[in-house]
């Protein structure tokens, strides 16, 4: 079964979708330039309206980007994240998995094989597409890359395939990358910030029928 994760996540009905959908992750997204931006308030109302991860539910992963430890430390005190999610250097990444004592996984841009990441310490990693130069934000921008560019890779530790996916392209994703988990935003909204539970459902199903595509696809 591929794991999914739905991100940017901002009103209950999404969280109770994705908990009746069997979601495996949900994140919030702790970027006050993401349209999906939401407080730890915000959060925490969200995190209460679904089962846990504990419980079933969704494990709940919090996307912060150059946040420093005040920062990061005043959000795990709301509300229980399960994982973390860190765009910044891999030094940084690693100090905030030992202070924290939460898993990472850290956001790599990847636009050559030489950018797929090699240290097994990390707890996992979040596979996208990089930031460009006019940029105001790492991700949530709908971009692919080459997917053909993990096939040959051995993964270090855990990781999920991001960056422009949507319930078209999704199987195609998984079968060109092999990857074991597809992470999503903008390609399930009608609007930036707004989610559709429409193509929330079709992305995961189409997500988990790529397993049974293999064959006629390759
Ligand atoms: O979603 C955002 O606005 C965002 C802001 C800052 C960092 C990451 C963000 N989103 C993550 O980016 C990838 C790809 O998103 P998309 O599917 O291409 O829209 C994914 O991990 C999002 O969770």
């Not at 702790?30 to 079933?56: I, M, N, W």
């Not at 959000?75 to 030992?98: C, F, H, N």
């Amino acid at each position: 079964m591929i794991g999914v994760k739905i991100c940017g996540i901002r009103d209950t009905q999404t969280m109770v979708l994705c908990a009746r959908l069997k979601v495996d992750w949900v994140g919030f997204v702790f970027c006050d330039a993401s349209p999906r931006f939401v407080t730890a308030d915000d959060a925490l109302r969200l995190h209460e309206s679904a089962p846990s991860g504990q419980e079933g539910g969704p494990l709940r992963v919090g996307l912060f980007v150059k946040s420093d430890d005040d920062f990061i430390g005043q959000v795990l005190r709301t509300i229980p994240l399960d994982i973390l999610q860190i765009y910044d250097t891999p030094e940084r990444a690693i100090e905030i998995q030992s202070r924290f004592g939460r898993p990472v996984w850290q956001a790599c841009g990847i636009a050559k094989y030489s950018d797929l990441p090699t240290d097994p310490s990390m707890a996992g990693y979040v596979i996208e597409a990089p930031k460009q130069e006019q940029d105001h934000r790492p991700g949530g921008l709908g971009r692919i890359f080459d997917w053909s560019l993990t096939q040959k890779w051995i993964p270090p530790s855990s990781w999920i395939l991001a960056g422009g996916l949507n319930p078209g392209n999704v199987q195609r994703a998984i079968l060109e990358s092999q990857a074991p988990a597809v992470d999503v935003s903008s390609g399930v909204e009608a609007a930036p910030g707004c989610k559709s539970a429409e193509l929330i459902e079709k992305f995961v199903q189409n997500s988990r029928k790529a397993l049974d595509l293999k064959p006629k696809l390759s």
